[in-house]
């Protein structure tokens, strides 16, 4: 857990567009697509913490552990249970649920995260390694086992573990930290089906970051969902006032003319985003929907 360790991803994962087949494009919970820059998988590399910089009497042991994640998960996890067993507390528990994390074992790995971060909250462990635990780490504890509960589609701890890191996050829930974590758990309240939540919860972070193109896309499509067609245009405006370039934008664009029956405008955002993403994922989508209209 050194400064050579690379960052966490900021956005959780969220539904990639290159997993929307044309057969079912419009049955997916659209309000978690986005253009895919924050719409990653948690490889292991991004999953590695650097937020203990500071050095700790064990930090080159978990170095090791984390070099053999990448090169060997399967074995890098029996050396995080062992070193576990002696005492290696916090720092051996997060190398191991990295190692499930690498073996694509996501729900093991969040509960794996989730106890290094309520040992970290907790302070158990923590003396051991002569590390200081700050609330800051704690929170990115947290958030990846609701990271890795997502990719396991256990929505329900996955909300349960971005709430927890609110309640640790710097801030009083004002940072871009608390935005992020914001939007981390509308994910996971779309994918359950709370719709109404995501909304809320997108509203609060655009609060906080009102020119995160990322998040006016989400929040768009939530609020299209929820019948809130005047916010939908707000955002769908700004959106494309941010990012003009943005193929999910236009696609949201048209599924929100699509909504008002305004075909006219539907096509016409449907061709702009099949010019922007020419062989993307993006404009199978476009094509999917285009075709649709043409019926």
């Known amino acids: 857990m050194t400064g050579n360790t690379p960052p966490i991803p900021h956005r959780p994962p969220g ?3 290159g997993s929307v087949s044309a057969r079912n494009a419009n049955q997916i919970p659209d309000q ?5 820059k924050r719409v990653t998988h948690l490889v292991l590399p991004l999953l590695a913490l650097a937020l203990m910089a500071a050095r700790f009497p064990d930090h080159e042991r978990y170095d090791a552990c984390v ?11 029996s050396t995080g249970l062992d070193w576990l067993d ?3 507390g916090v720092a051996a528990q997060h190398c191991a649920g990295l190692a499930l994390s690498a073996m694509d074992k996501h ?3 969040g509960d794996m995260l989730l106890e290094a971060a309520n040992a970290a909250a907790d302070g158990k462990g ?4 002569g590390m200081e635990i700050t609330p800051k780490l704690r929170a990115q504890l947290y958030a990846q086992a609701g990271h890795s509960y997502l990719l396991a589609e256990r929505y329900a701890p996955a909300i349960d573990a971005f709430t927890q890191a609110l309640g640790h996050s710097p801030g009083a829930g004002t940072s871009p930290e608390a935005a992020d974590l914001m939007t981390d758990r509308a994910r996971a309240h779309a994918f359950s089906g709370n719709l109404e939540a995501a909304f809320t919860d997108l509203t609060v972070a655009i609060g906080i970051l009102p020119d995160d193109a990322d998040i006016r896309l989400l929040r768009a499509s939530a609020a299209r969902q929820t019948e809130r067609l005047e916010t939908a245009h707000q955002d769908v405006n700004k959106l494309l006032e941010l990012r003009p370039d943005l193929p999910a934008a236009w696609l949201e664009k048209a599924q929100l003319a699509m909504t008002e029956d305004d075909v006219a405008l539907a096509r016409q955002s449907l061709m702009r985003a099949i010019e922007l993403d020419d062989g993307g994922p993006v404009a199978e989508a476009a094509r999917y929907m285009l075709e649709g209209l043409s019926l």
């Open 107 to 109: 729900e093991a790995a």
């Open 32 to 36: 978690v697509r986005d253009d895919g």
């Open 126 to 129: 923590v003396q051991l390694l």
């Open 15 to 17: 539904l990639d567009p």
């Open 86 to 88: 002696q005492g290696g």
């Open 67 to 77: 070099a053999q994640v990448r090169q060997n998960p399967a074995a890098a996890f």
